[in-house]
């Protein structure tokens, strides 16, 4: 990603937030004309993009309600997990949301017309006096104001004893994938998703770091994997929070479908799916954590889960941090930049000043010591448009879009980034 | 420094200790210090996390493995009940590992050594304050997330029966390990244990009882390096917790700091079934 630009900052007007409001999934449609977001409130907000380039709302509707599972005694959160969209097929849009528990299939339709002249009633719906109608007439469309209507198609509910982590749509079917044995519970599925381009290949991601991909050819379960991605940890190594730290939080496959990205606590790896025994790329999100892991530990800051994302052509790769900083890293030429996603830095058509963390003493004035991250502000998802160099930063209650100062509709063979001097 | 003073061998009797193997000693019982808090803190999350909302399956699996591997390691090192062993040059803990963890991801820049606080002071079986070093009390915490704050917690938690399932779960395992010489068996004992641990817990209303009946009972106990396990294993897995049962758990253990093994508690379980049933007045 090139320079940055605020382009649309979709935030609250209010600093002041409710903890429904936060954002809890970002998601680009297909062709990029539409964003949705969901919201620990249940809410799905879908924006459009503007001929101008600016997204703005489009639709709004409630996905999800608090539940109650009396057997258990627990309440059902109504955050919405993940949203997914369809391929388009129609002129209405399908997609899919969901919370811990239950999966619904939405459809988004625009009505712009409506029919005119009916026989029975008349034009405020109520009936009409039959002694009064003498002649037949044919009810005719005529433009009216936009209306979006989103309407549920299916509702897939408790598929899962355990809460949904995870969801990806297949042309054929939607695979939801379940731990066999519950009793000796030592390691969870985090995240799954299938191939771009090959539709009978699963990739799914555990907690205690490794990736495997499935082909369900051969296997329809996936109890057997096809090839397993891990990366051999140096025993010298190890601490108590290894693990934990190497949970994979997110995997992505890239757009040309021969990579892997995923992100643990960490870092981010891309792995070539021809060679599984290491990742081909590693990048260091945060490594200045590595010391505070068991504060990070007490605080469950260690438990967040950050996602990651690919641009259009695959030669960056983006994901998000503490303090409401993400980070790009650019590939091809090896540099990476942090970059800072708030009320009190982004302005309209100001490009993002580059940040820097550092561990000792203070380089530069704009530095920010390690010791004053806000682990509170963090940036856990971010969605890069499929085509364009447009990203969606969700932090907490507050959606930003950034596009490239430079070449918003246009693709840069290698892009460069503007980034700080190496540390 | 650190490398330099772990390397060393400790010497055998307390008096003769060399300065070097003095610093190693040190370093040891801090770090089994800082093993033993994380173990606790470990302990309290998976009993924290059941609020009103089902807990993440992956954070409770990634803790639950963290108490196993804790778990394994004291039962290697043999430090499974009193620290101070460390002291004696009985020499349980391989130098490489307690370089290895980086004495639990302390920075190597501070030589300084950590704030000790005790772990569990019994006097009021209210407090716990987290071993920690200066680089960890450095970072800011969420102030807005409920587990942050142990201390005023820990008392309740001591007294409330959801600790029940912990120990159930800590004193199978810890009887599994003492029986199982083989590394490999106790790490496929555990998991079922593991998941009693955490697929077993009831949320049930705290007594408030055993308050008075622990102050009494831990009032001559010497609390310097007291160990969470060795009291988890000797209360025994009973449903309720009352003054009747405190007492017939913890005589064993406190004559005889060994691990309580699972036939006993099987046995004492019956006897309390029956003082109960006298109590009750059946």
């Known amino acids: ?423 | 420094m650190f490398s330099k003073g772990t390397k060393r061998k400790f010497s055998d009797g307390g008096e003769d200790l060399s300065e070097d193997g003095l610093l190693g000693a040190r370093v040891a019982s801090s770090y089994s210090l800082q093993r033993q808090s994380l173990l606790d803190m470990s302990l309290i999350k998976l009993q924290l996390c059941h609020m009103l909302v089902e807990p993440n399956l992956c954070r409770s699996v990634l803790i639950a493995n963290t108490v196993r591997q804790i778990q394994e390691e004291m039962t290697h090192d043999g430090s499974w009940h009193v620290v101070t062993e460390a002291f004696c040059g009985a020499s349980h803990s391989p130098s490489e590992r307690l370089v290895a963890t980086e004495v639990l991801c302390r920075s190597r820049e501070t030589d300084a050594e950590p704030k000790l606080f005790s772990v569990i002071s019994y006097e009021g079986c209210h407090e716990e304050e987290v071993v920690a070093d200066e680089t960890l009390c450095s970072v800011s915490v969420s102030g807005t997330d409920s587990n942050v704050c142990l201390a005023g917690r820990m008392g309740r938690v001591w007294e409330k029966r959801e600790l029940n399932g912990i120990e159930r779960g800590e004193e199978a395992l810890s009887g599994d390990d003492e029986e199982i010489d083989n590394e490999d068996e106790a790490s496929t004992e555990a998991p079922k244990t593991i998941g009693q641990v955490f697929g077993t817990f009831e949320i049930k209303n705290g007594s408030t009882g055993p308050d008075s009946a622990l102050e009494e009972l831990f009032s001559d106990v010497d609390t310097s390096y007291y160990d969470l396990d060795t009291m988890l294993t000797g209360i025994q897995s009973t449903p309720k917790m009352g003054p009747y049962d405190l007492l017939d758990g913890l005589a064993p253990s406190h004559s005889s700091p060994s691990v309580v093994a699972a036939p006993t508690c099987r046995s004492d379980l019956n006897e309390l079934d029956h003082i109960m049933e006298i109590i009750v007045g059946s």
Not at chain 1, 186 to 193: L, N
Not at chain 1, 297 to 307: L, T
Not at chain 1, 331 to 336: E, F, L
């Open chain 1, 1 to 423: 990603m090139l320079s940055p630009v605020l382009c649309s900052d979709l935030a609250a007007l209010e600093p002041e937030y409710t903890e429904a409001d936060v954002i809890s999934t970002v998601e680009f449609s297909p062709t990029g004309e539409f964003l949705a977001t969901g919201d620990k409130g249940g809410r799905v907000v879908i924006f459009q993009r503007e001929p101008q380039g600016e997204y703005n709302v489009y639709s709004t509707f409630q996905s999800h309600e608090p539940e109650f599972d009396y057997l258990k005694s627990l309440e059902i959160e109504e955050k919405i997990n993940k949203i997914r969209w369809l391929p388009p097929h129609n002129p209405a849009h399908f997609l899919l949301s969901t919370n811990d528990k239950t999966i619904k299939l939405w459809r988004v339709s625009e009505r712009d017309k409506r029919a005119e002249g009916y026989n029975l009633r008349d034009e405020e719906g109520r009936m009409k006096d039959l002694s009064t109608v003498t002649t037949l007439q044919v009810p005719v469309l005529r433009p009216m104001d936009l209306l979006v209507e989103a309407s549920p198609r299916r509702v897939f509910a408790n598929a899962h004893a355990y809460h949904i982590n995870s969801i990806s749509v297949n042309s054929d079917y939607i695979v939801d994938l379940k731990p066999e044995n519950m009793e000796e519970l030592s390691e969870v599925i985090t995240v799954a998703e299938f191939h771009p381009l090959h539709c009978h290949l699963l990739a799914f991601s555990s907690s205690t770091g490794t990736t495997r991909l499935c082909d369900m050819r051969a296997r329809a379960l996936c109890d057997q994997h096809a090839k397993l991605f891990e990366e051999a940890v140096d025993p010298m190594r190890r601490s108590f929070f290894s693990e934990i730290v190497s949970s994979v939080s997110d995997v992505k496959f890239s757009h040309s479908g021969r990579y892997l990205l995923t992100r643990d606590y960490l870092t981010a790896k891309v792995w070539d799916l021809n060679m599984e025994n290491k990742p081909v790329e590693t990048y260091q999100v945060h490594d200045y954590l590595r010391t505070k892991l068991c504060s990070l530990y007490e605080s469950d800051s260690i438990f967040d889960k950050f996602e990651c994302a690919w641009n259009g052509t695959d030669s960056v790769i983006m994901t998000g941090a503490y303090n409401n900083y993400f980070r790009m890293f650019d590939r091809a030429s090896r540099r990476d930049v942090t970059l800072e996603a708030s009320r009190e830095v982004c302005k309209r058509r100001a490009v993002l000043q580059p940040r820097r963390v550092c561990v000792g003493k203070k380089r530069k004035e704009t530095d920010v010591s390690v010791d004053s991250l806000d682990f509170r502000k963090k940036i856990l998802h971010t969605a890069w448009h499929p085509k364009e160099n447009i990203i969606a930063i969700a932090a907490s209650n507050n959606l930003y879009i950034f596009q490239d100062r430079l070449a918003p509709n246009g693709h840069h063979n290698t892009p460069e980034i503007q980034s700080a001097p190496p540390k």
